[in-house]
């Protein structure tokens, strides 16, 4: 069933009208922790407290370091705080995406994936720490015909690794979940689940600081010395070690820059609804099959997220609040919404956000060391990192103890990404990537010459 091409009406951008402009997780502030202002030592210092460097300070306080946390806003404010909440096992932004790029790896990597979705588990119930997460698996929702040969492939690929796959017709897929667009899909059982992200980074919060761990908010970081020394406003930190966990933020070495950009992603909440004219028993999380994509999952209290469709990367990449609300993309978002369940037409949306997406060439965490190996850094998920990151964390603070461990021997962790080129290329490169995945979603998913391109050099991405 074909996406509208007509212009979002004014009953589309009503629907969100009076929706808060901040993240629906993060709808309930927390009282932040002191900024420093000090001077004082540490064995590590984290900059960022998303969920990269959350996971990392617990992993290294288990561990006895002294840890200390900078935060230029609050715990989970930016990326970790924004997403929508998908925990999905995968290291590689899928498996096809990672036989592209590590396929004599892939084993492994599919085997720590599941390591680390388990371990997430596991640590969940040991600290306590309450996200709402629901072992749902992932819906695979195919909305065009020209997808539909990809569901044997899809199920094959997946089952070849491990995984539990159940392959939906139209009538299957309709009865897990009401749409008329859909004409089938593949429902993956295995190592993925739907959580509150808002929570999560709350009670990562919570655990690391009964752990020990120092934390300041509102103290960003303005540079980190030759010698370790890591710069904010009113205080500094000498290290032993310093891990950077800036996401999409400005990066604090330059070999960073070159391997980033930020791409901005945006979601809407509804009101809570009557799920009952849904279905979706099974709660699975959903992305449906184009290159211009949409996500979208229930809450706990009966709301639906909503997401994706647009990537929006603005010359040379700023990052800000300012860049949060984006009426064209929210007026598409909410179009389609009422395209997806035409039954819930009237709802209103309380909530719409956006935030930068931390994007690589290669779709899926890098991660490095400077400073003679006293300083490393993780980043680059490309919007699969809410799982990823544990593993990204914990991956960044062997390296920093030259830990020889199953991760830190791949080329996976070892290699860096294809660079982005400078701007003004680079923004001429990512809208004309844009422009051509778009067009071959209207051209039932043929690649044109420029995605083929992309392809042979190892840089392509359907999704």
Known sequence: MPWPTTPPTREHRASYADAEPRPFWLREPKDPSPALTEDITADLCIVGAGFTGLWAALYAAEQGKDVVILEAETAGFGASGRNGGFAVASLTHGIENGLARFADEMPTLERLALENFEGIQRDLAHYGIDCDFQLTGELLALTDEHQLPWLQEEAEQLTRFGHEVTLLDQTA????????????????????????????????????VRKGVRLYEYSSVEHVTDELTVITPQGRVRADRVLLATSAYPPLINTIKHYVVPVYDYALMTEPIDMDKVGW?????????????????????GRILYGGWDAVYRY?????????????????????????????????????????????????????????????????????????????GRTAVDLLDGRDTDATRTRYVRTKPVPFPPEPLRYAVVQLTRNRLAAADRNQGRRGLWLRTLDRLGLGFDS
């Not at 699975?284 to 099959?289: F, P, R």
Request: proline fraction near 4%; aromatic fraction near 14%.
């Open 173 to 208: 897929m309709c009865g897990q979940v009401n749409s008329p667009t859909y004409l089938g899909g593949v429902w993956d059982h295995t190592g993925a689940g739907i959580l509150d992200p808002g929570k999560l980074a709350h009670g990562l919060k919570d655990v690391a």
């Open 281 to 301: 028993q099974n709660r699975q999380g959903i992305g449906d099959g184009g290159n211009q994509f949409h996500y979208y999952r229930p809450t706990t209290d």
């Open 316 to 392: 040379k990449g700023p990052v800000g609040a300012r860049y949060d609300d984006h009426d064209a993309t929210f007026a598409k978002l909410a179009q389609h919404f009422f395209h997806t369940f035409p039954q819930l037409e009237g709802t209103r949306f309380t909530h719409r956000w956006g935030g930068a997406i931390d994007t690589s060439s290669r779709f899926s965490v890098f991660f490095g060391t400077s400073h003679g190996g006293r300083l490393a850094y993780a980043t680059g998920y490309t919007g699969l990192g809410v799982a990823a990151t544990r593993f990204g």
